[in-house]
């Protein structure tokens, strides 16, 4: 799975294979229960949106996505991740936010070895 992106029936949000290493060591956080780069009212408010993939069609949505995604990687620490997240505009964390949660179940499903989900 590692770099291969999500494609939802809208498009698709690329993963860079460089990328996943942190990825997977903020989803083995996540597969916990604990959301590193976001708080629970972010993800509240996020759910309370459309979904993800619903707006993966706004082309301009997609690219602030893919921008988010590569600054939160060049990030020197995670303190520098949660503030860009709180940064973002309401639109693109939400998406993010959602996008998360939808490689987060997919991290898990490939994993058998994961402990329990709590989200």
Same mark, same amino acid.
């Given at each position: ?45 996020? $759910?309370? @949106?459309?979904?993800?993939? %619903? *707006? =993966?069609? +706004?082309?301009?949505?997609? !690219?602030?996505? #893919? ?5 939160l990687m060049d990030a020197e620490t995670l $303190?520098? @991740?949660?503030?860009?997240? %709180? *940064? =973002?505009? +309401?639109?693109?964390?939400? !998406?993010?936010? #959602? ?18 989900v709590l989200h």
């Open positions: 799975m590692a770099g291969d992106g999500v494609t939802t029936t809208k498009g698709t949000i690329q993963v860079p294979v460089e990328m996943w290493e942190e990825w997977e060591r903020i989803f083995h956080s996540g597969a916990r229960g604990t959301h590193l780069l976001f708080t629970n009212d972010m993800i509240r408010r996020a $759910f309370a @949106q459309a979904l993800a993939g %619903e *707006s =993966l069609n +706004d082309e301009k949505l997609v !690219a602030r996505i #893919q921008q988010a995604l590569a600054v $303190f520098d @991740q949660q503030q860009f997240v %709180e *940064s =973002l505009d +309401d639109s693109t964390r939400a !998406a993010l936010v #959602q996008l998360y949660f939808g490689l987060l179940d997919r991290y898990l499903a490939g994993d058998d070895s994961q402990p329990e």
